[in-house]
Protein backbone atom coordinates (compact mmCIF):
# COMPACT_ATOMS: atom_id res chain seq x y z
CA UNK A 1 0.00 0.00 0.00
CA UNK A 2 1.37 3.42 -0.83
CA UNK A 3 1.89 5.65 1.75
CA UNK A 4 1.14 9.45 0.20
CA UNK A 5 2.09 13.03 1.71
CA UNK A 6 -0.80 14.61 3.31
CA UNK A 7 -0.76 18.47 4.20
CA UNK A 8 -3.68 20.84 4.99
CA UNK A 9 -4.74 23.20 7.21
CA UNK A 10 -5.80 22.71 10.44
CA UNK A 11 -7.55 24.01 13.68
CA UNK A 12 -7.39 22.72 17.17
CA UNK A 13 -9.14 23.40 20.52
CA UNK A 14 -7.73 23.35 23.85
CA UNK A 15 -8.62 20.46 26.29
CA UNK A 16 -8.42 19.60 30.07
CA UNK A 17 -5.51 17.39 29.24
CA UNK A 18 -3.43 20.61 28.46
CA UNK A 19 -3.57 19.33 25.20
CA UNK A 20 -5.12 21.23 21.70
CA UNK A 21 -7.11 18.89 19.15
CA UNK A 22 -6.70 20.00 15.70
CA UNK A 23 -9.17 19.39 13.03
CA UNK A 24 -9.41 20.28 8.88
CA UNK A 25 -10.22 23.62 8.04
CA UNK A 26 -11.84 24.34 11.28
CA UNK A 27 -14.49 20.99 11.14
CA UNK A 28 -14.89 18.92 13.45
CA UNK A 29 -12.01 16.39 12.88
CA UNK A 30 -12.80 12.68 11.28
CA UNK A 31 -11.56 9.38 11.84
CA UNK A 32 -8.58 9.53 9.07
CA UNK A 33 -6.36 12.46 10.37
CA UNK A 34 -6.03 14.09 14.21
CA UNK A 35 -2.66 15.84 15.68
CA UNK A 36 -2.28 16.36 19.52
CA UNK A 37 -0.04 19.00 20.71
CA UNK A 38 0.98 18.88 24.57
CA UNK A 39 1.75 22.33 25.94
CA UNK A 40 2.97 23.72 29.21
CA UNK A 41 1.65 26.14 31.48
CA UNK A 42 1.18 29.64 29.53
CA UNK A 43 3.70 32.23 30.01
CA UNK A 44 3.95 35.89 31.94
CA UNK A 45 4.35 37.54 27.91
CA UNK A 46 0.79 35.90 26.48
CA UNK A 47 2.74 33.21 24.41
CA UNK A 48 2.63 28.95 25.10
CA UNK A 49 5.12 26.57 24.90
CA UNK A 50 4.53 23.21 22.63
CA UNK A 51 6.84 20.68 23.94
CA UNK A 52 5.68 18.15 21.94
CA UNK A 53 3.50 17.67 18.80
CA UNK A 54 2.21 13.77 17.39
CA UNK A 55 0.41 13.37 13.99
CA UNK A 56 -1.12 10.18 14.65
CA UNK A 57 -1.73 7.64 11.43
CA UNK A 58 -5.31 6.25 11.20
CA UNK A 59 -6.41 3.01 9.82
CA UNK A 60 -7.47 4.92 5.99
CA UNK A 61 -4.56 7.13 5.21
CA UNK A 62 -0.72 6.73 5.06
CA UNK A 63 2.32 8.56 7.02
CA UNK A 64 2.14 12.20 7.25
CA UNK A 65 4.96 14.01 6.78
CA UNK A 66 6.68 16.09 9.47
CA UNK A 67 6.60 19.83 8.80
CA UNK A 68 7.35 23.44 10.63
CA UNK A 69 4.99 23.50 13.45
CA UNK A 70 3.67 27.43 12.37
CA UNK A 71 2.89 25.91 8.79
CA UNK A 72 1.11 23.29 10.06
CA UNK A 73 -0.60 25.42 13.05
CA UNK A 74 -1.12 29.10 12.81
CA UNK A 75 -1.66 31.74 15.25
CA UNK A 76 -4.98 33.19 15.24
CA UNK A 77 -6.28 36.90 15.00
CA UNK A 78 -3.04 38.29 13.59
CA UNK A 79 -1.01 36.64 16.16
CA UNK A 80 2.87 35.94 15.64
CA UNK A 81 4.05 32.55 15.31
CA UNK A 82 7.48 32.10 16.14
CA UNK A 83 9.42 28.33 16.30
CA UNK A 84 10.84 26.86 19.45
CA UNK A 85 12.68 23.86 20.13
CA UNK A 86 10.01 20.97 20.20
CA UNK A 87 6.63 23.36 19.01
CA UNK A 88 6.36 27.04 18.84
CA UNK A 89 4.98 30.11 20.40
CA UNK A 90 2.24 32.47 19.49
CA UNK A 91 2.66 36.18 20.38
CA UNK A 92 -0.72 37.84 20.64
CA UNK A 93 -1.47 41.42 19.85
CA UNK A 94 -2.74 43.87 22.83
CA UNK A 95 -6.38 42.66 22.43
CA UNK A 96 -6.50 38.87 22.73
CA UNK A 97 -4.88 36.20 24.94
CA UNK A 98 -4.20 32.41 24.95
CA UNK A 99 -2.61 29.50 23.28
CA UNK A 100 -3.56 30.77 19.91
CA UNK A 101 -4.27 34.50 20.59
CA UNK A 102 -8.18 33.63 19.52
CA UNK A 103 -9.48 35.06 23.37
CA UNK A 104 -10.61 38.57 23.35
CA UNK A 105 -8.95 40.52 26.36
CA UNK A 106 -12.20 42.92 27.69
CA UNK A 107 -10.48 46.12 27.67
CA UNK A 108 -11.92 47.12 31.16
CA UNK A 109 -10.61 44.30 32.72
CA UNK A 110 -6.92 46.09 33.64
CA UNK A 111 -9.11 49.13 35.52
CA UNK A 112 -8.21 51.85 33.44
CA UNK A 113 -10.07 54.62 34.44
CA UNK A 114 -8.82 56.41 37.47
CA UNK A 115 -10.59 58.43 40.24
CA UNK A 116 -13.93 56.53 40.02
CA UNK A 117 -14.05 56.88 36.40
CA UNK A 118 -16.39 54.27 34.74
CA UNK A 119 -14.63 51.80 31.85
CA UNK A 120 -17.16 51.05 28.99
CA UNK A 121 -16.38 48.57 26.18
CA UNK A 122 -16.21 50.07 22.85
CA UNK A 123 -15.09 46.94 20.62
CA UNK A 124 -11.23 46.38 21.31
CA UNK A 125 -11.19 49.64 23.07
CA UNK A 126 -12.51 51.58 25.71
CA UNK A 127 -14.25 54.80 26.82
CA UNK A 128 -13.96 56.42 30.44
CA UNK A 129 -16.56 58.39 31.83
CA UNK A 130 -14.75 60.54 34.41
CA UNK A 131 -16.27 62.37 37.41
CA UNK A 132 -17.43 65.91 36.69
CA UNK A 133 -14.10 67.50 38.49
CA UNK A 134 -11.94 65.66 36.22
CA UNK A 135 -11.40 65.53 32.97
CA UNK A 136 -8.04 64.24 31.70
CA UNK A 137 -7.86 60.71 29.31
CA UNK A 138 -8.67 57.90 31.89
CA UNK A 139 -9.25 60.45 34.52
CA UNK A 140 -6.33 60.74 35.68
CA UNK A 141 -5.83 64.19 37.64
CA UNK A 142 -3.79 66.84 36.38
CA UNK A 143 -2.73 70.27 38.38
CA UNK A 144 -5.01 71.89 35.92
CA UNK A 145 -8.28 69.57 36.29
CA UNK A 146 -9.87 71.34 39.79
CA UNK A 147 -9.61 74.67 37.78
CA UNK A 148 -7.76 76.17 40.55
CA UNK A 149 -7.65 79.97 38.24
CA UNK A 150 -10.38 81.96 39.75
CA UNK A 151 -12.20 85.11 37.80
CA UNK A 152 -11.62 83.50 34.48
CA UNK A 153 -8.03 82.78 35.08
CA UNK A 154 -7.11 80.93 32.25
CA UNK A 155 -4.73 77.53 33.59
CA UNK A 156 -1.62 75.97 31.90
CA UNK A 157 0.13 72.56 32.67
CA UNK A 158 4.35 72.91 33.41
CA UNK A 159 5.09 70.02 33.82
CA UNK A 160 4.17 68.61 37.18
CA UNK A 161 2.87 71.91 38.01
CA UNK A 162 0.83 74.67 36.43
CA UNK A 163 0.49 78.26 36.06
CA UNK A 164 -2.69 80.75 36.24
CA UNK A 165 -2.94 83.35 33.49
CA UNK A 166 -5.13 86.40 34.55
CA UNK A 167 -7.00 88.74 33.33
CA UNK A 168 -5.69 92.31 33.13
CA UNK A 169 -6.59 93.80 36.58
CA UNK A 170 -6.55 90.52 38.32
CA UNK A 171 -3.13 89.20 40.57
CA UNK A 172 -1.99 86.46 42.55
CA UNK A 173 -1.34 82.89 42.09
CA UNK A 174 -4.83 82.05 41.66
CA UNK A 175 -6.07 85.02 39.99
CA UNK A 176 -8.23 85.69 43.41
CA UNK A 177 -7.10 89.24 44.08
CA UNK A 178 -9.64 91.37 42.43
CA UNK A 179 -9.60 95.61 41.05
CA UNK A 180 -12.09 95.35 44.53
CA UNK A 181 -9.28 93.24 46.56
CA UNK A 182 -8.16 95.57 49.78
CA UNK A 183 -11.69 97.03 50.06
CA UNK A 184 -10.76 100.41 48.21
CA UNK A 185 -14.12 102.31 48.74
CA UNK A 186 -14.04 103.99 52.52
CA UNK A 187 -17.34 104.76 53.78
CA UNK A 188 -19.72 101.87 52.90
CA UNK A 189 -18.70 102.63 49.30
CA UNK A 190 -19.67 99.64 47.39
CA UNK A 191 -16.65 98.94 45.20
CA UNK A 192 -17.66 97.90 41.75
CA UNK A 193 -15.46 95.61 38.90
CA UNK A 194 -15.33 97.83 35.69
CA UNK A 195 -12.84 95.44 33.61
CA UNK A 196 -9.93 95.54 34.82
CA UNK A 197 -10.46 98.53 37.34
CA UNK A 198 -13.03 99.03 39.77
CA UNK A 199 -15.48 101.86 40.70
CA UNK A 200 -16.83 103.25 43.70
CA UNK A 201 -20.70 103.97 44.28
CA UNK A 202 -20.83 106.60 46.66
CA UNK A 203 -23.62 106.37 49.41
CA UNK A 204 -25.79 109.34 50.36
CA UNK A 205 -23.28 111.95 51.91
CA UNK A 206 -20.24 111.18 50.50
CA UNK A 207 -17.83 111.80 47.72
CA UNK A 208 -14.29 112.00 46.28
CA UNK A 209 -12.27 109.51 45.39
CA UNK A 210 -12.67 105.94 47.37
CA UNK A 211 -15.82 107.83 49.06
CA UNK A 212 -12.95 109.42 51.44
CA UNK A 213 -15.10 112.80 51.90
CA UNK A 214 -18.03 112.46 53.87
CA UNK A 215 -20.61 114.90 55.05
CA UNK A 216 -20.41 115.61 58.74
CA UNK A 217 -23.85 116.16 59.11
CA UNK A 218 -24.75 112.23 58.45
CA UNK A 219 -25.42 110.61 62.54
CA UNK A 220 -24.21 107.79 60.92
CA UNK A 221 -20.45 109.30 60.20
CA UNK A 222 -20.83 111.42 63.54
CA UNK A 223 -18.15 109.05 65.13
CA UNK A 224 -15.41 109.07 62.14
CA UNK A 225 -15.78 113.24 62.42
CA UNK A 226 -15.38 113.22 65.79
CA UNK A 227 -12.28 111.00 65.26
CA UNK A 228 -10.68 112.66 62.78
CA UNK A 229 -11.45 115.93 63.92
CA UNK A 230 -12.22 117.43 60.45
CA UNK A 231 -15.18 117.52 58.00
CA UNK A 232 -14.86 116.98 54.11
CA UNK A 233 -18.14 118.21 53.33
CA UNK A 234 -20.13 120.44 55.08
CA UNK A 235 -23.94 120.34 55.76
CA UNK A 236 -24.49 123.64 56.31
CA UNK A 237 -25.76 126.12 53.79
CA UNK A 238 -23.45 128.74 52.70
CA UNK A 239 -21.84 131.13 54.49
CA UNK A 240 -23.10 128.71 58.11
CA UNK A 241 -20.19 127.24 59.99
CA UNK A 242 -20.33 123.42 61.01
CA UNK A 243 -19.40 122.49 64.56
CA UNK A 244 -18.12 118.95 64.38
CA UNK A 245 -18.61 118.83 67.95
CA UNK A 246 -22.68 119.69 68.44
CA UNK A 247 -23.28 118.39 64.56
CA UNK A 248 -24.82 121.97 64.68
CA UNK A 249 -24.44 125.21 61.71
CA UNK A 250 -24.26 128.85 63.28
CA UNK A 251 -24.53 132.02 61.54
CA UNK A 252 -23.13 135.19 63.05
CA UNK A 253 -24.35 137.82 61.75
CA UNK A 254 -23.24 141.32 61.28
CA UNK A 255 -26.12 143.69 61.54
CA UNK A 256 -26.96 144.72 65.68
CA UNK A 257 -30.45 144.09 66.56
CA UNK A 258 -32.04 143.55 69.93
CA UNK A 259 -32.68 140.38 71.33
CA UNK A 260 -36.29 140.04 70.19
CA UNK A 261 -35.53 140.91 66.87
CA UNK A 262 -31.93 138.69 66.53
CA UNK A 263 -34.33 135.87 67.46
CA UNK A 264 -36.98 136.38 64.64
CA UNK A 265 -34.43 136.59 61.91
CA UNK A 266 -32.94 133.35 63.49
CA UNK A 267 -36.09 131.82 62.80
CA UNK A 268 -36.51 133.29 59.57
CA UNK A 269 -33.78 131.25 58.41
CA UNK A 270 -35.08 127.70 60.22
CA UNK A 271 -32.89 128.22 63.33
CA UNK A 272 -33.07 130.51 66.45
CA UNK A 273 -30.68 132.14 68.53
CA UNK A 274 -28.08 129.97 69.99
CA UNK A 275 -28.16 127.39 72.92
CA UNK A 276 -25.19 127.24 74.46
CA UNK A 277 -24.38 123.64 76.26
CA UNK A 278 -20.62 123.63 76.81
CA UNK A 279 -17.34 125.40 77.35
CA UNK A 280 -15.69 124.26 74.18
CA UNK A 281 -18.89 125.23 72.20
CA UNK A 282 -17.98 128.84 73.49
CA UNK A 283 -14.51 128.47 72.86
CA UNK A 284 -15.06 127.48 69.09
CA UNK A 285 -17.09 130.09 68.77
CA UNK A 286 -14.93 132.53 70.46
CA UNK A 287 -12.88 132.39 66.58
CA UNK A 288 -15.63 134.20 64.89
CA UNK A 289 -16.74 136.76 67.67
CA UNK A 290 -14.74 139.58 69.04
CA UNK A 291 -17.36 141.54 70.79
CA UNK A 292 -20.53 140.54 73.19
CA UNK A 293 -23.00 139.18 71.06
CA UNK A 294 -26.53 137.78 71.36
CA UNK A 295 -27.17 134.21 72.33
CA UNK A 296 -31.07 132.62 72.90
CA UNK A 297 -31.48 132.76 76.62
CA UNK A 298 -33.67 134.59 78.50
CA UNK A 299 -35.23 135.44 81.52
CA UNK A 300 -39.13 133.76 82.17
CA UNK A 301 -40.78 132.99 85.73
CA UNK A 302 -37.34 134.58 87.52
CA UNK A 303 -35.06 131.32 85.76
CA UNK A 304 -33.29 131.57 82.73
CA UNK A 305 -34.46 129.49 80.02
CA UNK A 306 -32.82 128.69 76.82
CA UNK A 307 -35.68 129.68 73.99
CA UNK A 308 -35.00 127.19 70.91
CA UNK A 309 -37.56 124.86 69.58
CA UNK A 310 -34.47 122.41 69.63
CA UNK A 311 -33.36 122.82 72.73
CA UNK A 312 -35.91 124.57 75.57
CA UNK A 313 -34.39 123.74 79.16
CA UNK A 314 -33.53 126.01 81.88
CA UNK A 315 -30.10 127.15 82.77
CA UNK A 316 -28.66 126.44 86.01
CA UNK A 317 -27.36 129.51 87.89
CA UNK A 318 -24.02 127.39 89.28
CA UNK A 319 -23.33 126.18 85.49
CA UNK A 320 -19.63 127.14 84.51
CA UNK A 321 -20.51 128.50 81.20
CA UNK A 322 -21.89 131.79 83.59
CA UNK A 323 -19.37 134.34 84.15
CA UNK A 324 -18.05 134.91 87.94
CA UNK A 325 -20.85 136.37 89.85
CA UNK A 326 -23.38 136.17 87.32
CA UNK A 327 -26.77 135.95 86.41
CA UNK A 328 -27.50 138.66 88.84
CA UNK A 329 -30.85 139.99 87.64
CA UNK A 330 -34.15 137.80 87.29
CA UNK A 331 -36.57 139.91 86.01
CA UNK A 332 -38.39 138.96 82.67
CA UNK A 333 -36.89 141.83 80.33
CA UNK A 334 -33.31 140.46 80.73
CA UNK A 335 -31.96 137.87 78.01
CA UNK A 336 -28.67 135.91 78.26
CA UNK A 337 -25.24 137.03 76.16
CA UNK A 338 -21.95 135.94 75.41
CA UNK A 339 -19.77 138.71 77.39
CA UNK A 340 -16.15 138.79 76.64
CA UNK A 341 -13.80 138.90 79.76
CA UNK A 342 -9.83 138.82 80.80
CA UNK A 343 -10.63 134.89 81.13
CA UNK A 344 -12.43 134.95 77.63
CA UNK A 345 -16.32 134.87 76.64
CA UNK A 346 -19.35 133.80 79.11
CA UNK A 347 -23.01 134.12 79.84
CA UNK A 348 -23.73 136.85 81.06
CA UNK A 349 -27.65 138.49 81.54
CA UNK A 350 -28.00 141.92 80.28
CA UNK A 351 -31.40 144.08 79.05
CA UNK A 352 -33.14 142.24 75.96
CA UNK A 353 -33.73 145.75 74.27
CA UNK A 354 -29.73 146.73 73.59
CA UNK A 355 -28.92 145.86 70.45
CA UNK A 356 -26.60 144.07 68.93
CA UNK A 357 -24.53 141.36 66.96
CA UNK A 358 -26.07 137.64 67.57
CA UNK A 359 -25.47 133.83 66.64
CA UNK A 360 -28.33 131.85 65.54
CA UNK A 361 -27.84 128.20 65.43
CA UNK A 362 -29.96 124.84 64.32
CA UNK A 363 -29.20 120.91 64.61
CA UNK A 364 -31.83 120.39 61.82
CA UNK A 365 -28.83 120.29 59.05
CA UNK A 366 -30.12 122.18 56.02
CA UNK A 367 -27.41 120.92 53.50
CA UNK A 368 -28.30 116.89 53.67
Given at each position: ??L???????????????????????K????????L??????????????????E?????????????????????????????????K?????E??????????N????????????????????????????????????????????????????????????????????????????????????????????????????????????????P?????????????????????????????????????A?????????????????????????K?????????????????????????T??N??I???S?????N??????????????????G????D?A???????????????G?
Open positions: MNQQRSRPVSFGIYENNTERHDDDGMPDKSYQSVRVKSQNEDNTHDVIQHEQLQESQGLINCKSACALFSCRNNGQCVEVVGGYCFCSSYTGLTCKTLIPCSRSPCKNNGVCTENGYDYQSVCPKEVSASDCRLTPCDNFPCKNQGRCENIGSGRNCNCKEGYTGKDCEKTPCSGSPCKNGGFCLIWGSIYHCTYPLGTSGINCKNISCGFEYRQNVLKQKRCNISPCLKYWRFNIATFSCYWTDTRKNWGSANEICQSKGSSLAFIQTLEEIWLEQFISEDIWVGGRVVNNKYRWHSEYYTDIRPLWAREPRIFFNNYCVQLWETTEFFLDTCYCAQRFICKTTNLPI
